[in-house]
């Protein structure tokens, strides 16, 4: 089975921080793109961040606040927010490729608010 399994969603006020995990299963993060994407109530699925090799990148309005990590020994990566905005509300999503295939988590509802 080749899965994705998010946790860390809740609720925090805005400034605070959190860090949300992604789990693989079925198959090693090691080597393979691994990407994180938020969908705002209403909105559109846009990219947030993302990380293959020695690389990592962000969209403007996370860089600087948001970091992109794994730990291959757990086999999981993670998003870690600080910062944080209320604009920053919405479901998280993670991914990566597989054989040539999109993986995504089940995605995770994160909420700034005071």
């Known amino acids: 089975q080749v899965q994705l399994v998010e946790s860390g969603g809740g609720l925090v006020q805005p400034g605070g921080s959190l860090t949300l995990s992604c789990a693989a299963s079925g198959f090693p993060l090691s080597g393979s793109a691994v990407s994180w994407h938020r969908q705002p109530p209403g909105k559109e699925r846009e990219w947030v961040a993302s990380s293959s090799f020695d690389t990592r990148n962000y969209a403007d309005s996370v860089k600087g606040r948001f970091i992109i990590t794994r730990d291959n020994v757990k086999n999981t990566m993670y998003l870690q927010m600080s910062s944080l905005k209320p604009e920053d509300t919405a479901v998280y999503y993670c991914?990566?490729?597989?054989?040539?295939?999109?993986?995504w988590g089940q995605g995770t509802l994160f909420t700034v608010s005071s």
């Open positions: 991914k990566t490729r597989y054989l040539g295939l999109e993986v």
